[in-house]
Structure formats: C-alpha cells, structure tokens
C-alpha cells in the first residue's frame, strides 16, 4: 500500500506524549517499574498513580473473580483511572497466572500492559509470557510443610496468603513476610483446623519475580511506542499477522513456516510485508510434509 491510499489520515505530532501526565492504574507500586523505562524516554512530564480500587475487578486470592479478560479488564481499569483527573494518558498491566502455553508442565506469569491515549483515541498494547514466577498454593497437614513450600517459593522475599480452606475460606491471612509471621499463623490453624491452604502472594509489589516479568512488557511496550507508522507518524506501527509458505529446501512445497509478517498502522490503512521475517529463505524439510510425512 502506498501513501497515497491515505492523503486523508491524521499525523501524529512528533514526540506524542511530550509534557504530559501519565496516570498510573495501580495500587501495587507498578509506577517503580514504569516510571525508568517511560518517564524520561517519553518526555512525560510526571507519572502519576490514580489510586484506583482495582480489586474490583478480580483479585488473585479470589475474592473477587475477574469475569472478564484481561484486555477487558484493563480497559476499564484506564477508564477509571482517568475518571477523576484532567489527564488523558494511563497504562495498566493484567497478571494471570497458570500452565505455559508453550511448556505445559511449567507455570507461567502471562502479563498484559495497556497504554490508553484518551486524547487520540489510541490503545498500544503489549504482552510478556514468561516461565518466571513463583505461582503455586498447596494443602498443609503439618509445619514442616508450610516451611518446606515457603522455601519453594522464594519466601520472604515473596509473600504469602494463608486460607482456612482453599474454596470460600472464612479466614484469609495476606501480608506473611516473616518466618515468625508464617510459623504462629500455621500452629495455630494446625491446632484449630488439622490442616489449611497456603498459595503465594502475586500481587506485584509483594512479588519481585512478577514486576521482573512487568518490567520486561514496559520494555515491549516502549518498543511499540517508538515505532512509528511511516504514513502517519501513529506510534504502535508492528506485526499484525503473519502469513505461511516458507517453501522446502528439498522439494520446495510450501510449509506451515512463516514467510511474510505484516506490519501495520493504528490508525490508518498503511501496512508493510517483510519477507522472511525468520531470517531464513528456505524450511528445513523436516518440516515439510511431502519430505517428512
Ligand atoms: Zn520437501
Ligand atoms: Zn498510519
């Protein structure tokens, strides 16, 4: 496509975010991991956290189920956030935790981080899987269980939660960060309960290893801010969708590897294709269905 398919479309000033406030939707000091990856690259004039109740819209300790997505979920997170301030510039991130999509035996921290731009009706979003995260909860019969887990899962430096029982517990115990903490909360359920529920804390500011993963999406998400739609000058121009075809070495069919990326804008209908965005020109043929059936 060409530049002149979109004589009409809007260009977007340089340096979009220059001078302006970005508005943190978080309660879980998220701002320490975006403000060195953000403030100064972006020009922002200051970053501002909207201390907004985002429990509301799902809790990790389950008191609160999320009904919807993630990408929904942060939606309305931004828009609450904004509710009340005469800023037009928020982000927020989403955790769900569970199987690896890749590596099922492993957990995985699945972070999704949205940057709204109320202004220019713009939403960039980015995402980070990572199989770094110690997601876990288990039953507890005795002590040494409870120490044996805490160790398992980098405690203290991450906190716990203690449950009376996994499903609709009527005592929940948040903020164990000590050895002593965790020791007298276990004793006196073993003594009253004969067993209960420990599950690791992922809120991001009592788990280290999760704003290690939110860290690593900011990173992404400046990379698609930085990238700038050469029609229009829109920030967040990248991959949209890949097409299949990379043709085998041997017999050259057409496999299921990729052969073009294609790139485009937010906002107007420029788009690229990058040939062999892998690197490479031809499909070992082993996997190639005709070679390798
Ligand atoms: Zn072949
Ligand atoms: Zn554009």
Known sequence: ????????????????????????????????????????????????????????????????????????????????????????????????????????????????I?????????????????????????????????????????????????KDKKVKPTLLQKGIDSWTKLREISTTLLSKEGQFYIETDMRACYNPSRMDVISVASQKLFEKLQSLCPNCQCPGFGLTQTKKGLRCEQCHTPTNLTLVAIHSCLKCTHAKEVMYPLNIKVADPLYCDVCNP
């Not at 909860?137 to 887990?149: P, S, T």
Request: overall charge neutral; glycine content about 2%; some cysteine.
């Open 1 to 112: 496509m060409s530049k002149k398919d979109n004589l009409n479309a809007p260009i977007f000033k340089k340096d979009l975010f220059k001078d302006r406030v970005l508005c943190v939707a978080s309660k879980h000091k998220k701002e320490k991991v975006f403000s060195p990856i953000l403030l100064h690259p972006l020009k922002l004039k200051a970053i501002e956290v909207s201390l907004i109740d985002t429990d509301k819209f799902g809790t990790f300790s389950g008191e609160t189920e999320r009904t919807v997505s993630p990408l929904e979920a942060l939606r309305l997170k931004c828009k609450e956030a904004l509710k009340n301030t005469n800023h037009s510039l928020v982000i927020a991130s989403e955790g769900s935790f569970g199987a690896h999509p890749s590596y099922p035996f492993l957990q995985a921290d699945d972070e999704l």
């Open 114 to 162: 949205l940057l709204w731009d109320k202004e220019h009706d713009l939403e960039i979003w980015a995402r980070e899987v990572s199989p770094n995260t110690n997601f876990n909860a288990r039953m507890i019969n005795k002590l040494e269980e409870a120490m044996d887990f805490a160790k398992e899962v980098k405690f203290p430096s991450h906190h716990l939660i203690i």
